[in-house]
Nanobody, 117 residues
């Protein structure tokens, strides 16, 4: 079974940029819909973006215009690149395969992102 694994989290100053990685343990991301989420403490799991197997992308309003999700075929990795980050975006970020699901933030470890003021 393919299990997505997130990495790349850490601390970033307000206004800075961050690149997160989503790789696949036990298989490939090819042919899958890849969804990025984020969850603040005590808050719901929010979808950030989706990428279809043919490269169609969807971004939620709160990241539109400052986000990119390139797919590196050679590394079997999908990236989430965010710029102009704000402290309100401090959260644990997750990636998952398939259709968007509000429980996706419970399926993997995620990677912590902290944006400092």
């Amino acid at each position: 079974q393919v299990q997505p694994v997130e990495s790349g989290g850490g601390s970033v100053p307000a206004g800075g940029s961050l690149r997160l990685s989503c790789t696949a343990s036990g298989g490939t991301l090819h042919g899958s819909n890849v969804v990025w989420y984020r969850q603040k403490p005590g808050a719901e799991c929010l979808m950030v973006s989706t990428t279809s197997p043919v490269g169609q992308t969807y971004f939620t309003d709160f990241v539109e215009g400052r986000v990119a999700i390139p797919f590196d075929n050679t590394k079997n990795t999908v990236y989430l690149w965010l710029s102009s980050m704000t402290p309100e975006e401090t959260a644990v970020y997750y990636c998952a395969l398939g259709n968007p699901n509000s429980y996706a933030c419970t399926w993997s470890q995620g990677t912590q992102v902290t944006v400092s003021a």
